[in-house]
């Protein structure tokens, strides 16, 4: 009935999630108010272990790319589920390393890492650094040399990729500020300089195509690309790479119309493609890593708020304003990004109206979602609004001094705060 599958109607005509009336959640811990089902995360980090694990005979390692979603429980959840993540800042990396995440399962990311992060990075032995630019490259060798370390690298490679999605989350194509361009030359020129640095032990090559995919073909195009270049390497240098990761980006449902297909799928058809170009290129099987975000938490994750003036503008449109917008979840105002809406103490009655769903911040884009079917609601109403687990607490802001919502984690019918609600004294405190 909802496009996610922790969400239910229980006896009193409520949502659900993940066994919480949503009502409940909402009475106890104020609107607006993010909300994931822990047990819904887990499942999909398994669903994508298991399959990682039976497609490279337990030669591949998930991380989970911690930008879509990013807290100390979630990066204890995925300890506890013994898999990886991917960090792009300093600020995620303090996160991680603060509730003890093992930093040999960590892929550090970002196209201009400052000496500080790339400093932090080798002084707590970080996984792989995934190095964007020769720049930066030469940085991190002097600061391995600095302290007696060798560092463990993967190049980020722009495989010039077509994946279509919207053009603001395609990063694999040459005109992106990530990685090396293969066609220029540069791919192969930093591989070889990396093979001469004395603090810098290259393990691999990592590209990542984009975001939201739907279509299996540019996973397998990506992975076909990335052995080619293996090889090459092979025939240029004599070194055969170990690893290749290859991102995240997978699909998921936020309307019903969309239709991901299971994550097993991709892995499957992807493994067929990396084990049939290694046969070909001569190559043995390189440990696969993959990046999964938005597949692991977005669907686990809902948004709670509270109906204030319904507002409507006869022949043109109805507004219905909530306690929150832009500032919790600005995906509509910067990308368009579609959402179900449901009023959750209503949720057994049928969405008859055509509604626009506007923010409480001072702008007129400040809007969750335009021209969606919804019950008829009033103030006092609360809306909750499906699959907001990913790149919604995580891309929030403090725009009008407005403070973050809290994250409610929910299990087996049990609510519980993950992270606090700020105040006003949070949202001013480093004002001088
Ligand atoms: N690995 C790398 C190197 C990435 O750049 C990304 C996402 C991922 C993994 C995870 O991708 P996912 O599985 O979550 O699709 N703010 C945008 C999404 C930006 C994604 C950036 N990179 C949004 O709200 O849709």
């Given at each position: 009935?909802?496009?996610?599958?922790?969400?239910?109607?229980?006896?009193?005509?409520?949502?659900?999630?993940?066994?919480?009336?949503?009502?409940?959640?909402?009475?106890?811990?104020?609107?607006?108010?993010?909300?994931?089902?822990?047990?819904?995360?887990?499942?999909?980090?398994?669903?994508?272990?298991?399959?990682?694990?039976?497609?490279?005979?337990?030669?591949?390692?998930?991380?989970?790319a911690?930008?879509?979603?990013?807290?100390?429980?979630?990066?204890?959840?995925?300890?506890?589920?013994?898999?990886?993540?991917?960090?792009?800042?300093?600020?995620?990396?303090?996160?991680?390393?603060?509730?003890?995440?093992?930093?040999?399962?960590?892929?550090?990311?970002?196209?201009?890492?400052?000496?500080?992060?790339?400093?932090?990075?080798?002084?707590?032995?970080?996984?792989?650094?995934?190095?964007?630019?020769?720049?930066?490259?030469?940085?991190?060798?002097?600061?391995?040399?600095?302290?007696?370390?060798?560092?463990?690298?993967?190049?980020?490679?722009?495989?010039?990729?077509?994946?279509?999605?919207?053009?603001?989350?395609?990063?694999?194509?040459?005109?992106?500020?990530?990685?090396?361009?293969?066609?220029?030359?540069?791919?192969?020129?930093?591989?070889?300089?990396?093979?001469?640095?004395?603090?810098?032990?290259?393990?691999?090559?990592?590209?990542h195509?984009?975001?939201?995919?739907?279509?299996?073909?540019?996973?397998?195009?990506?992975?076909?690309?990335?052995?080619?270049?293996?090889?090459?390497?092979?025939?240029?240098?004599?070194?055969?790479?170990?690893?290749?990761?290859?991102g995240g980006g997978f699909?998921?449902?936020?309307?019903?119309?969309?239709?991901?297909?299971?994550?097993?799928?991709?892995?499957?058809?992807?493994?067929?493609?990396?084990?049939?170009?290694?046969?070909?290129?001569?190559?043995?099987?390189?440990?696969?890593?993959?990046e999964p975000g938005?597949?692991?938490?977005?669907?686990?994750?809902?948004?709670?708020?509270?109906?204030?003036?319904?507002?409507?503008?006869?022949?043109?449109?109805?507004?219905?304003?909530?306690?929150?917008?832009?500032?919790?979840?600005?995906?509509?105002?910067?990308?368009?990004?579609?959402?179900?809406?449901?009023?959750?103490?209503?949720?057994?009655?049928?969405?008859?109206?055509?509604?626009?769903?506007?923010?409480?911040?001072?702008?007129?884009?400040?809007?969750?979602?335009?021209?969606?079917?919804?019950?008829?609601?009033?103030?006092?109403?609360?809306?909750?609004?499906?699959?907001?687990?990913?790149?919604?607490?995580?891309?929030?802001?403090?725009?009008?001094?407005?403070?973050?919502?809290?994250?409610?984690?929910?299990?087996?019918?049990?609510?519980?705060?993950?992270?606090?609600?700020?105040?006003?004294?949070?949202?001013?405190?480093?004002?001088?």
């Amino acid at each position: 009935m909802y496009v996610s599958d922790c969400i239910s109607v229980n006896g009193r005509g409520n949502l659900t999630v993940g066994g919480c009336d949503t009502v409940e959640i909402a009475k106890e811990f104020g609107t607006p108010a993010y909300v994931f089902d822990e047990n819904e995360i887990r499942k999909n980090i398994r669903e994508f272990r298991k399959s990682i694990d039976e497609n490279y005979g337990g030669k591949g390692l998930v991380h989970y790319a911690s930008k879509a979603f990013s807290c100390k429980e979630i990066y204890r959840i995925c300890a506890s589920e013994k898999i990886g993540i991917d960090v792009v800042s300093g600020g995620e990396l303090y996160t991680a390393l603060s509730v003890g995440f093992p930093a040999e399962k960590i892929d550090f990311h970002g196209n201009n890492k400052t000496y500080e992060e790339l400093e932090t990075a080798v002084e707590n032995n970080i996984g792989r650094i995934i190095v964007d630019n020769i720049t930066e490259l030469e940085t991190l060798n002097s600061i391995a040399a600095k302290h007696g370390k060798t560092a463990g690298i993967m190049f980020r490679i722009k495989p010039g990729i077509d994946a279509h999605t919207h053009d603001f989350v395609k990063t694999g194509q040459i005109d992106s500020k990530f990685g090396f361009a293969l066609e220029t030359g540069e791919a192969m020129e930093a591989v070889k300089i990396a093979l001469e640095m004395s603090n810098i032990k290259l393990c691999g090559l990592h590209c990542h195509i984009g975001s939201q995919i739907f279509d299996i073909d540019p996973f397998e195009l990506a992975a076909k690309v990335m052995l080619e270049l293996f090889a090459d390497v092979k025939s240029q240098t004599g070194i055969e790479l170990e690893e290749l990761n290859l991102g995240g980006g997978f699909g998921i449902k936020y309307l019903e119309s969309d239709n991901p297909k299971p994550f097993g799928e991709y892995m499957k058809a992807v493994s067929k493609t990396v084990h049939g170009y290694c046969e070909k290129l001569g190559l043995k099987v390189p440990f696969i890593h993959i990046e999964p975000g938005r597949s692991i938490v977005g669907a686990a994750g809902i948004t709670l708020y509270t109906v204030g003036a319904v507002k409507e503008i006869p022949d043109i449109r109805t507004y219905v304003s909530v306690d929150g917008g832009m500032a919790d979840n600005p995906r509509y105002a910067l990308y368009k990004s579609d959402y179900e809406v449901v009023c959750a103490n209503k949720a057994t009655e049928e969405r008859t109206e055509t509604v626009t769903v506007a923010g409480k911040c001072c702008e007129s884009g400040d809007l969750i979602q335009e021209n969606t079917k919804l019950q008829s609601v009033e103030a006092g109403d609360i809306l909750a609004v499906l699959s907001t687990g990913a790149y919604n607490y995580s891309m929030a802001s403090n725009y009008n001094r407005i403070p973050k919502p809290p994250v409610i984690m929910v299990k087996d019918g049990e609510a519980r705060i993950i992270v606090k609600r700020e105040t006003y004294e949070h949202v001013s405190e480093c004002d001088i």
